[in-house]
């Protein structure tokens, strides 16, 4: 995993950001929000369209999922998780999504 995260350029930091938003989202708006799923491809290409958000963040998660973040150029922002089974599940949403470069102060 660490060689993945060093050859695609993605800081520990980033994914420990990412597991914070799931975490602190999944006890927040899981009982304002109705979670949406779908097979991958369907939901990548629905936050392309109406959201203009495409993936910038990616990890495996320990229970096998996949967890990606998809941003769009003006900040907005959805977590996804993908089981091994391809049903992706949005977790969470907003807005004001910064990248950092690696090593970068935050």
């Known amino acids: 995993m660490r060689n993945f995260l060093r050859k695609h350029g993605i ?19 899981g009982a304002r929000a109705e979670q949406v799923c779908l097979p991958h491809k369907e ?8 959201w203009d958000e495409v993936p ?3 990890g495996l998660a320990t229970n096998g999922s996949v967890l990606e973040v998809f941003a769009s150029p003006i900040g907005t922002w959805t977590i996804v ?8 599940c949005a977790l969470n949403s907003g807005e004001a999504w910064t990248t950092f470069a690696v090593g970068e102060p935050i």
């Open 43 to 50: 939901m990548a290409k629905r936050l392309i369209v109406a």
């Open 56 to 58: 910038v963040a990616m």
């Open 81 to 88: 998780a993908t089981a091994p089974d391809g049903t992706a």
């Open 11 to 29: 800081a520990s930091g980033v994914l420990f950001f990412i597991l914070v938003i799931l975490f602190y989202g999944a006890h927040i708006d």
